[in-house]
């Protein structure tokens, strides 16, 4: 039984080579996939030219229950389903069993966030910086400005950098953006943000006293404001200088930061979907799964409990 579904797998791949002209990694992946299907249905006393969509799905589910990431199934059934197609153009099957088994669903990653204490820190240094005279003291206060309204407000990094200089002129403690879609929304301000702002204008106002400007954070290049790269560029620096791995912490780590320290703090799911633009409140959620695996991880790492079973095995 299994020389002769072996046998099948070798003209499949003898095809993909000659007709197909499929790498020998590629073959090899295949081989691979269709040998290990060959033993699970072996266990089950079925042939590979014999299985039918239920043989196929159990040997998906036992791929989940083995802990395969949900990519690594997809790879398997990829390879099921080029394998099932050669059967059926061959005359060899009638039918192909693995067209309605869904492919597993990818998880999708959680994002990357900074801690309360390490967001402070990084703000910190900022302001100490920026206090400083000397050169380039305008894009010192320009950074602190930036990381005291992203912090603030969890805007999109494209939102910020855009940012009119008019709302140098509004008073109070919102500013209205334009997201995605052209779409409008309210955001508050925290008092350290607006303090930011203000200093940082009056400095560009002292800069460049005879300029109207268009952007709060103007910029000589193509599109007039400050470009993201740049920006993503000098928070990498800052965050080396104060001791923070750089390498982990970006502008989109930032607006990660706002929504899942907001949503540590008791603040309601649908305002934080409100707060950051997202149409779609799924987008949102993936802040909770965040909290959930750090309580987890707490819980397995201080609870008595969890240490007593750890201390068993």
Same mark, same amino acid.
């Not at 269709?34 to 043989?55: C, M, N, P, Q, S």
């Not at 009119?164 to 403690?173: H, I, S, T, Y």
């Not at 993936?286 to 609870?303: D, G, K, Q, W």
């Given at each position: 039984?299994?020389?002769? @579904?072996?046998?099948?797998?070798?003209?499949?791949? +003898?095809?993909?080579?000659?007709?197909?002209?499929?790498?020998?990694?590629? !073959?090899?992946?295949?081989?691979?996939?269709?040998?290990?299907?060959?033993?699970? !249905?072996?266990?089950?006393?079925?042939?590979? !030219?014999?299985?039918?969509?239920?043989?196929?799905?159990?040997?998906?589910?036992?791929?989940?229950?083995?802990?395969?990431?949900?990519?690594?199934?997809?790879?398997?059934?990829?390879?099921?389903?080029?394998?099932?197609?050669?059967?059926?153009?061959?005359?060899?099957?009638?039918?192909?069993?693995?067209?309605?088994?869904?492919? =597993?669903?990818?998880? &999708?990653?959680? =994002?990357?966030?900074?801690? +309360?204490?390490?967001?402070?820190?990084?703000?910190?240094?900022?302001?100490?910086?920026?206090?400083?005279?000397?050169?380039? &003291?305008?894009?010192?206060?320009?950074?602190?400005?930036?990381?005291?309204?992203?912090?603030?407000?969890?805007?999109?990094?494209?939102?910020?950098? @855009?940012?009119?200089?008019?709302?140098?002129?509004?008073?109070? &403690?919102?500013?209205?953006?334009?997201?995605?879609?052209?779409?409008?929304?309210?955001?508050?301000?925290?008092?350290?943000?607006?303090?930011?702002?203000?200093?940082?204008?009056?400095?560009?106002? +002292?800069?460049?006293?005879?300029?109207?400007?268009?952007?709060?954070?103007?910029?000589?290049?193509?599109?007039?404001?400050?470009?993201?790269?740049?920006?993503?560029?000098?928070?990498?620096?800052?965050?080396?200088?104060?001791?923070?791995?750089?390498?982990?912490?970006?502008?989109?780590?930032?607006?990660?930061?706002?929504?899942?320290?907001?949503?540590?703090?008791?603040?309601?799911?649908?305002?934080?979907?409100?707060?950051?633009?997202?149409?779609?409140?799924?987008?949102?959620?993936?802040?909770?799964?965040?909290?959930?695996?750090? !309580?987890?991880?707490?819980?397995?790492?201080?609870?008595?409990?969890?240490?007593?079973?750890?201390?068993?095995?």
């Amino acid at each position: 039984m299994a020389d002769f @579904s072996r046998a099948h797998v070798e003209a499949f791949l +003898e095809m993909m080579s000659a007709e197909r002209g499929a790498a020998e990694n590629t !073959l090899s992946s295949y081989g691979r996939d269709l040998e290990d299907v060959i033993d699970f !249905l072996g266990a089950r006393k079925v042939t590979l !030219l014999g299985a039918a969509t239920g043989d196929l799905s159990a040997y998906i589910a036992h791929l989940g229950r083995q802990g395969f990431a949900a990519t690594s199934q997809a790879r398997r059934l990829s390879s099921m389903r080029q394998f099932y197609k050669f059967l059926y153009a061959e005359n060899l099957r009638t039918d192909d069993p693995t067209t309605i088994i869904d492919a =597993p669903k990818k998880g &999708r990653p959680l =994002p990357k966030i900074m801690s +309360e204490a390490d967001v402070s820190r990084l703000l910190a240094l900022a302001s100490e910086e920026a206090a400083v005279a000397g050169d380039n &003291r305008l894009d010192r206060l320009r950074m602190l400005a930036l990381l005291e309204l992203l912090y603030a407000t969890g805007m999109r990094v494209s939102e910020l950098v @855009s940012l009119p200089a008019k709302v140098l002129d509004q008073e109070g &403690r919102f500013l209205v953006i334009r997201g995605k879609g052209n779409k409008e929304r309210l955001v508050p301000l925290s008092r350290s943000a607006i303090a930011a702002m203000k200093s940082y204008g009056e400095a560009l106002a +002292e800069a460049l006293p005879d300029t109207e400007q268009d952007w709060l954070f103007p910029s000589a290049g193509q599109q007039g404001f400050l470009a993201r790269q740049v920006f993503a560029r000098d928070l990498k620096g800052l965050a080396a200088r104060a001791g923070l791995k750089s390498a982990s912490i970006s502008p989109h780590v930032l607006r990660h930061a706002f929504a899942s320290h907001l949503l540590a703090n008791g603040a309601d799911l649908r305002v934080v979907q409100e707060l950051l633009g997202h149409s779609d409140i799924s987008t949102t959620q993936i802040y909770t799964h965040v909290l959930e695996e750090r !309580l987890r991880a707490t819980v397995e790492t201080h609870h008595p409990l969890a240490k007593q079973a750890k201390n068993r095995d």
